[in-house]
Nanobody, 122 residues
Framework: VQLQASGGGLVTAGGSLRLSCAAS????????MGWYRQAPGKQRELVAS????????????NLADPVKGRFTISRDNAKNTVYLQMNSLKPEDTAVYYC????????????WGQGTLVTVSS
């Protein structure tokens, strides 16, 4: 399984970016897909997740408090891609963003993308 993250870049405060994470397999295999970030000198933290508890669910989204109202996570099953739309960006959003996917398998059940750098200038 491979997760290919893209969409990072340099943006001024107040701007927007959309991150994409394309999976090499059908993302319906993942009950949980999300985005984490790691700023310099800090631990990796969860930014947003999209969880499907049953196959018929549309899913539940969870956002970290610092990004609520500004970020949105969504899935496109047809493209096997999960997105993170980031609006009203702040300098404190500067970090490497990683996509993450989890399956219900007992073994090898978590996968990471390679990270994409987001830099927000003031």
């Amino acid at each position: 399984v491979q997760l290919q993250a893209s969409g990072g870049g340099l943006v001024t405060a107040g701007g927007s970016l959309r991150l994409s994470c394309a999976a090499s397999i059908d993302i319906s295999n993942f009950y949980n897909m999300g985005w984490y970030r790691q700023a310099p000198g800090k631990q990796r933290e969860l930014v947003a997740s999209h969880i499907i508890r049953r196959p018929t669910d549309r899913g539940t989204t969870n956002l970290a408090d610092p990004v609520k109202g500004r970020f949105t996570i969504s899935r496109d099953n047809a493209k096997n891609t999960v997105y993170l739309q980031m609006n009203s960006l702040k300098p404190e959003d500067t970090a490497v963003y990683y996509c993450n996917a989890k399956t219900r398998s007992i073994l090898n059940n978590e996968f990471w993308g390679q990270g994409t750098l987001v830099t927000v200038s003031s």
